[in-house]
């Protein structure tokens, strides 16, 4: 037999935890109970083998939960190195994509989704979109708590209106990137922002002080965003994720109208994805989470998401009705009154998100008409959106039989879409041109297709999740 050597590893973190043996082999029957997998049973004599060195090293289930149970104490990822157990295999389950049931589970999984943005794996390039999620997702928000547990602050330090004040900076610089450049030029920088800046800090702040719900307010919003440039790049597993765990953080700030908008983008993707049902009720548990709390403004934009996913299912019955709210509730709104991240959502945008319902129930002319308003007065800080609103219109004129204007407007989108890192541009203007392959003048769809080829010799945009990419909208 060799020779005992004590694990100072994992005696440094159970003392950075405030965990005592005891405790720690509770927590750790307590989460394997509750993680899915094979139950285990340590006792708080198995805890004292372990650090005595009696124990050389557990069974490789025991040395996975006992990571989960210190990082969600901890509040950051601690690996099977950081507890003396390096030679152990990695665990190859995905947590990536859960609820998380604290904020430092949170963490654990938003510091994941960030390093495999900026360090590639192979489990990172497994990563898939599962429907299944987002309905587990909305059974917590509709029957769960607002704010769910587990806020607690790990070691609770000041922090001041900088603090804060720096995260928002963040986001509206990127905000602004990702609105004229498209998804894929902020995405990497956003990433290393949440890796560097913002989560190592979290752990820190407490969410039941004004200044701390400010904190991680902002860091939802920035969350949200990162998702947001995943999708639009077309990366939408991380997307999924990515906006999870925003949720989450949105309702330990408590702010409901936040988690509704992060929800409406969620229906925007599960839309995209061709999920429409579940778009329907992802928008619709954001108006219903979120009403009394938000402004018309926002409400205007869940009621309009609802409209998408439902014109999506050609129920143009239910759809009108969503729209008709959507335009009264905006009618009602006041700027002042809102939040900065959903001021973008004007009149233009509202006429843009009608022409994308219209053209869905096939109604070109309505289409028509919402699309030309949006873009004469969109402003010009939206060039994706207007990128989109042009293709939708360049439908439009497609299915009343106007060729001519057709191509003429699509080409408009060609001359910007080489400019923009933005998938699902590429794949509004994919859908138009299939629609413009079945017309019966070769010659104009031939000039076309050279025409896209010579300006876009490859698609732009970062990597895509072809085998999920969804139709245009």
């Known amino acids: 037999m060799g020779e005992k050597v004590p694990n100072r590893r994992l005696a440094a ?22 993680d899915g997998g094979d139950p285990i049973s340590p006792t708080h004599t198995n805890v004292e083998k372990w650090l005595s060195g009696q124990t050389k090293r557990p069974q490789p289930r025991t040395c996975h939960v006992l990571t989960k149970v210190l990082a969600a104490q901890l509040g950051r990822p601690v690996s099977l190195d950081d507890v003396g157990y390096g030679e152990v295999a990695p665990e190859k389950a995905d947590t990536t994509l859960e609820y998380p049931t604290t904020v430092s589970d949170s963490i654990v999984a938003l510091t994941q989704l960030t390093g495999y943005e900026l360090r590639p794996s192979e489990q990172a390039t497994k990563l898939i979109v599962v429907p299944e999620a987002w309905n587990s997702l909305l059974n917590r928000i509709m029957f769960g708590s607002s704010n769910g547990k587990g806020s ?18 963040a986001r ?4 602004n990137f990702d609105y004229r450049y498209g998804g894929g030029r902020p995405k990497a920088m956003l990433a290393q922002c949440l890796e560097t800046l913002v989560l190592p800090q979290i752990p820190h702040v407490s969410p039941e002080t004004a200044l701390g719900r400010e904190y991680f307010r902002e860091a939802a919003a920035l969350a949200r965003l990162a998702g947001w440039t995943c999708y639009d790049t077309g990366q939408h597993a ?7 765990q925003a949720v989450r ?9 936040l988690a509704g908008r992060i929800l409406a983008g969620m229906s925007h993707q599960a839309n995209f994805l061709g999920h429409y049902e579940t778009a329907v009720y992802l928008a619709r548990a954001a108006a219903h989470r979120a009403s009394g709390h938000a402004t018309p403004t926002t409400m205007a934009l ?8 439902l014109s999506s299912q050609r129920n143009e019955a239910e759809a009108t009705t969503a729209m008709l709210q959507a335009e009264k509730y905006l009618g009602q709104g ?17 006429h843009a998100e009608f022409a994308h319902c219209f053209r869905d129930l096939n109604k070109p002319e309505l289409a028509t008409h919402h699309a030309a308003t949006s873009i004469q007065e969109s402003e010009s800080l939206y060039v994706r959106s207007l990128s989109f609103c042009r293709t939708v219109l360049a439908t439009s004129y497609l299915q009343s039989n106007e060729l001519e204007k057709a191509v003429e407007t699509a080409r408009e989108v060609v001359d910007v879409v080489a400019q923009l890192k933005s998938f699902r541009v590429v794949s509004y203007l994919d859908d138009f041109r299939k629609r413009l392959r079945t017309q019966p003048d070769g010659a104009i769809v031939s000039s076309f297709e050279d025409y896209v080829n010579t300006r876009i010799p490859r698609t732009p945009g970062g990597q895509s999740d072809r085998s999920q990419q969804g139709r245009p909208g």
């Open 249 to 257: 953080l949105a309702l330990a700030a408590n702010d409901l109208p």
């Open 334 to 350: 006041n700027p002042e009154n809102d939040p900065d991240w959903i001021r973008y959502f004007d009149q233009a945008e509202l």
């Open 238 to 244: 991380f997307a999924q994720r990515y906006l999870i």
């Open 302 to 309: 869940f009621h309009a998401m609802e409209a998408r996913a």
């Open 172 to 175: 509206v610089m990127f905000a």
């Open 152 to 169: 607690r602050a790990v070691e609770p330090h000041p922090i001041s209106e900088v603090d804060v004040q720096a995260v928002r900076d």
């Open 13 to 34: 973190l159970l003392k950075e935890a405030g965990l005592t043996n005891k405790s720690l082999a509770k927590r750790m029957r307590d989460a394997s109970a509750r």
